[in-house]
Nanobody, 124 residues
Framework: QVQLVETGGGLVQAGGSLRLSCQVS????????MGWFRQASGKEREFVAA????????YYADSLKGRFTISRDAAWNTLYLQMNTLKPDDTAVYYC?????????????????WGQGTQVTVSS
């Protein structure tokens, strides 16, 4: 089992920045990719960013490239999401996820473990 705990959400004005953290514990060796997803009220969960454990390749939603950056510490104990130039449309619950497989990092159904989510609210 892998446990994921997100922190760092909150209320920020448009144009501001936030950094989300995801504390990873448990059978980290079984994880091959980690990602961030978000779900706005009344909408489906959508892919934000992901990183493969082997090689460190990163993936981003096209609409978020240049504003969001995914990173992790050397031991893969913590996953980060740096979010800059935030917009009201970025308001959502942000989830950290871990995958044991080699499937597409963009699909939520490829992930086996999920955190409880952290709320990000961007005011205009």
């Amino acid at each position: 089992q892998v446990q994921l705990v997100e922190t760092g959400g909150g209320l920020v004005q448009a144009g501001g920045s936030l950094r989300l953290s995801c504390q990873v514990s448990g059978r980290i060796f079984s994880v091959y990719a980690m990602g961030w997803f978000r779900q706005a009220s009344g909408k489906e969960r959508e892919f934000v960013a992901a990183v493969r454990k082997s090689g460190g390749t990163t993936y981003y939603a096209d609409s978020l490239k240049g504003r969001f950056t995914i990173s992790r510490d050397a031991a893969w104990n913590t996953l980060y999401l740096q979010m800059n130039t935030l917009k009201p449309d970025d308001t959502a619950v942000y989830y950290c996820a871990a995958s044991k497989g080699y499937g597409s990092p963009h699909g939520a159904n490829e992930y086996d473990y999920w955190g409880q989510g952290t709320q990000v609210t961007v005011s205009s």
